[in-house]
């Protein structure tokens, strides 16, 4: 047998008090923005304190510093400990990155 067909839907009435307010989105607004103000000292804090790890630019482009690796392994041991000595360095320019690119290109936010 064919199965049986649903019953149409009712639209259901919708109460006006369900509907928020434009009163209660800008409270909502405002306690969120008042959560970010309380929340800034704490990120600029810990932002300059990561900031202050950062190796100086100039070691970072040290042309003098680089030379040929003696083997595989060797260049995969010295790749990790770079990464790991400038990781802020790296941090900040693909922060900046990520920054500039947005900022060339606002609709790669959406």
């Known amino acids: 047998s064919a199965p049986r067909p649903l019953p149409p839907r009712r639209a259901r009435a ?3 008090s369900s ?6 989105a800008q409270a909502g607004l405002g306690q969120a923005a008042a959560a970010l103000g309380a929340a800034a000292p704490v990120v600029r804090e810990r ?5 202050t790890l950062r190796k100086p630019w100039a070691e970072l ?10 083997s595989v392994g060797d260049a995969i041991s010295r ?5 790991n000595y400038f990781k802020v360095n790296y941090g900040v320019v693909c ?5 500039a690119g ?7 936010l959406v």
């Open 102 to 108: 947005l900022g060339l290109n606002p609709a790669s």
């Open 79 to 83: 790749a990790r400990k770079n990464a």
């Open 19 to 24: 509907v928020p307010s434009v009163s209660s």
């Open 14 to 16: 919708m109460s006006l």
């Open 61 to 70: 482009a040290d042309r003098g510093a680089f030379s040929r690796p003696e």
């Open 47 to 51: 932002v300059g304190a990561v900031l």
């Open 95 to 99: 922060m900046g990155s990520i920054v």
